[in-house]
Antibody, heavy 119, light 110 residues
Framework: EVQLVQSGAEVKKPGESLKISCKGS????????IGWVRQMPGKGLEWMGI????????RYSPSFQGQVTISADKSISTAYLQWNSLKVSDTAMYYC????????????WGQGTLVTVSS | NFMLTQPHSVSESPGKTVTISCTRS????????VQWYQQRPGSSPTTVIY?????PSGVPDRFSGSIDSSSNSASLTISGLETEDEADYYC?????????FGGGTKVTVL
């Protein structure tokens, strides 16, 4: 069974750093793109960016370029989303998603990681 | 960059049909595939339609997708509405540099 399992909920203070993870199983992790999608409380879905674990080719949404870093370690089938300095406005649910190719639909979603940033 | 505009909400009785529109602001709707995702409360989204009209295995044939170039929009139609269809639905498409979601439509089954 194809699965994406994300790390647990986080509570952080403004200015702190954070790295959340997404572990793939049941398929060849290196040969599918992994993306990240943000959903702020009570709001819609926003695409953040995507990475191809096979060669670490990474693309960002213009809205998130420079705000986050996407990375992957294919040896442990895990992708990451990282912030260097969190803001209160980063409070959201973050989903990782799998794509067969860069324009394919998101055919598998993680369970989501809730990030709460509050002073 | 472009936007995808959806109605905020639609409601209908069980057994009826609802259609959700998704209008692309610039660029042709036919140039890039449109996907539709269903998100039930408290759950991750799942695909109900991909590549304009394709249904993943396990999605009932009550769900169908279409494209209308004259209005530059895509549509998701749910026929024979069931209570389990109550959810938020998001359209999604892309261009060379971005993947864009519509704002979402809340479907209420009366």
């Amino acid at each position: 069974e194809v699965q994406l399992v994300q790390s647990g909920a986080e509570v952080k203070k403004p200015g702190e750093s954070l790295k959340i993870s997404c572990k793939g199983s049941g398929y060849s992790f290196s040969t599918y793109w992994i993306g990240w999608v943000r959903q702020m409380p009570g709001k819609g879905l926003e695409w953040m960016g995507i990475i191809y674990p096979g060669d670490s080719d990474t693309r960002y949404s213009p809205s998130f370029q420079g705000q986050v870093t996407i990375s992957a370690d294919k040896s442990i089938s895990t992708a990451y989303l990282q912030w260097n300095s969190l803001k209160v406005s980063d409070t959201a649910m973050y989903y990782c998603v799998r794509q067969e190719d860069i324009v394919a639909h998101f055919d598998c979603w993680g369970q989501g990681t809730l990030v709460t940033v509050s002073s | 960059n472009f936007m995808l505009t959806q109605p905020h909400s639609v409601s209908e009785s069980p057994g009826k049909t609802v259609t959700i529109s998704c209008t692309r602001s610039s660029g042709s709707i036919a140039s890039n595939y449109v996907q539709w995702y269903q998100q039930r409360p408290g759950s991750s989204p799942t695909t109900v339609i991909y590549e304009d009209y394709q249904r993943p295995s396990g999605v009932p044939d009550r769900f169908s997708g279409s494209i209308d170039s004259s209005s530059n929009s895509a549509s998701l139609t749910i026929s024979g509405l069931e209570t389990e269809d109550e959810a938020d639905y998001y359209c999604q498409s892309y261009d060379s540099s971005n993947r864009v979601f519509g704002g979402g439509t809340k479907v209420t089954v009366l």
